[in-house]
């Protein structure tokens, strides 16, 4: 079938699994011409490696470290008929040009938060790698069952402790859009938390030790968003925010368990880049693209890729990691520099429908975004026949 986008929203619909393979071929180049990772990880379990900052992390330390890497990931496969997601293309190919490389590569598609997925990623561990050295966290999602008491969460995007007026793009129909949302109530944060924050994570460590699957000196890092004062009352002072507090707070037990067996826990804080779950905040459109045309231009933009092998050549593998006073590994200080954000406050209320693509890289985001799913990607023909029923071999179905 020929596959077109079909964007409604902040999501597309349809994705398409030679573009996916492109975008993950541009990212394993990107790697593999800067060179190994010295010291880097050799046995890898990245949790939500199918897109975004997991698939980056999922490929650096493939590619950059030449290691085994188990991805777990909820995705769905395509058919006769119908797409996949791009997580299920993603991971496909990956996969795919891993084992070309003679490189260890192994998926797991369920419900990372559950027992039995769990479970069943430690069984792997013990028969294929015997343990793992890095555990990566990257899990983005709406929806949490709690694994003992069945209580589902549902996760919500809203300012705490006052309404909030925020200026962003309509994406479909391209102009610039004024909206208010309502605090979250002390439930909504409550849930937000408990889908977003950092007890999962603390679980998934806790049943890996106690399984004896960590390699002593194994590290694990999640992914955080700090931002500055534009995003802060949406993002890092809302009900997300509150969820990624939830992880400094955890990260500090984490870290006492595994330095018991020289191992270390760390929170890693990353630029804002397009992905499935920035694109639903209604802010991030506009911020981003006001962020993509001042860093272009000072020649400083960087995607997930650029980003997560920076993060573990430089601090998580590196001899002077970037920390900053509260133990987070930054890797977003080109984002945060003092013109970049004065050049972004300073246009921010400038846009309007009649600037927008003067004013803006309003362009680069759409492509960004389209890229997530296969779309907009050069050498790519979208015009021939594809075939969206697309494999991953010894795939574990939870």
């Not at 610039?176 to 109530?185: H, I, M, R, S, W």
């Not at 846009?351 to 693509?357: C, D, F, G, Y």
């Amino acid at each position: 079938m020929i596959i077109k986008p079909r964007v409604r929203g902040f999501i597309c619909v349809t994705a398409h699994p030679a573009g996916c393979e492109a975008n993950v071929k541009e990212q394993i180049r990107y790697v593999t011409d800067r060179g190994s990772i010295p010291g880097g990880p050799k046995k890898v379990l990245v949790i939500g490696a199918s897109t975004g900052y997991g698939l980056a992390a999922r490929i650096s330390a493939a590619f950059g470290a030449g290691a085994a890497t188990l991805g777990v990931f909820f995705e769905r496969p395509g058919s006769d008929t119908k797409p996949g997601t791009a997580g299920w293309y993603n991971s496909a190919a990956f996969e795919s040009l891993a084992k070309a490389r003679g490189l260890y590569a192994r998926s797991i598609n369920g419900d990372a938060f559950s027992d039995l997925l769990k479970e069943q990623t430690i069984e792997i561990i013990k028969k294929d790698l015997g343990n793992v050295d890095l555990v990566v966290y990257s899990l983005a999602a709406p929806k949490r069952t709690h694994p003992k008491t069945g209580e589902v969460f549902t996760s919500t995007l809203k300012p705490i402790g006052k309404s909030l007026h925020l200026r962003g793009i309509d994406t479909d129909r391209e102009v610039v859009k004024d909206t208010v949302l309502e605090p979250a109530t002390p439930s909504e944060v409550d849930h937000t938390v408990a889908v977003m924050g950092g007890e999962d994570w603390q679980m998934w460590i806790d049943a890996l030790l106690e399984a004896g699957v960590l390699a002593d000196g194994a590290k694990t890092t999640a992914f955080t968003y700090l931002g500055d004062t534009i995003t802060h009352d949406i993002y890092w002072n809302g009900s997300i925010g509150a969820a990624k507090k939830d992880l400094d707070a955890r990260v500090v037990g984490i870290r006492e368990k595994l330095r018991a067996h020289g191992g270390d826990a760390r929170v890693s804080v990353l630029k804002a880049v397009v992905t499935q779950a920035s694109s639903a905040i209604p802010i991030m459109p506009l911020y981003l693209s006001l962020l993509f045309k001042t860093m272009k231009q000072q020649g400083t933009h960087e995607g997930c890729i650029e980003q997560v092998y920076g993060l573990f050549r430089d601090s998580l593998y590196g001899a002077s990691p970037h920390l900053d006073h509260d133990g987070r590994l930054r890797a977003d200080d080109k984002e945060l520099d003092p013109q970049v954000q004065a050049r972004v406050r300073e246009l921010w209320n400038q846009v309007s429908n009649e600037n927008i693509h003067e004013l803006t890289d309003f362009a680069g985001y759409k492509r960004e975004f389209l890229r997530l799913f296969g779309f907009d990607i050069d050498g790519v023909d979208y015009q021939a026949e594809v075939n969206p029923d697309v494999a991953i071999p010894n795939l574990v179905q939870v």
